[in-house]
């Protein structure tokens, strides 16, 4: 039975659109699995904001854009962001290793420590995230 809420997606090479090389052919599921394709974009959020508030869309959308610009702004400067309730960013160091190349498993390749950015949900989010 094929779900009409997921697209299939080729296992093979990527094609130059996004997805992949998506297939509309629904005979030919065998040789797919299912992606399913749920996210909220940040256009989404704007529009939602505004309807929800009265504010108009440009202002939201500048709010939101200061938003993540400060937050990536104290990320870069090293300093985590807790927002209470929603959750925190946190940089983590991560350490210099070694990897191989799984082609050439006899070639060893040294990984450079880097920083990342970890999200730790908050108390609430995850409540009502897991029910």
Request: glycine share 6%; aromatic share 6%.
């Amino acid at each position: 039975m094929v779900n009409n809420d997921l697209d299939p997606v080729w296992l093979g090479s990527m094609m130059d659109d996004e997805w992949g090389a998506v297939v509309r052919d629904r005979a030919l599921t065998c040789s797919f699995f299912y992606r399913e394709v749920v996210f909220m974009t940040k256009r989404e959020m704007v529009v939602r904001i505004a309807e929800e508030t009265g504010i108009i869309q440009q202002d939201v959308h500048e709010v939101i854009q200061r938003t993540l610009d400060l937050i990536v702004d104290s990320l870069e400067q090293g300093r985590n962001v807790e927002l209470r309730n929603f959750g925190v960013f946190q940089l983590k160091q991560r350490k210099q290793r070694i990897g191989r190349n799984p082609n050439r498993p006899e070639q060893v390749v040294e990984i450079p420590s880097r920083r990342t950015v970890k999200f730790k949900p908050g108390k609430i989010m995850k409540e009502r995230v897991t029910g």
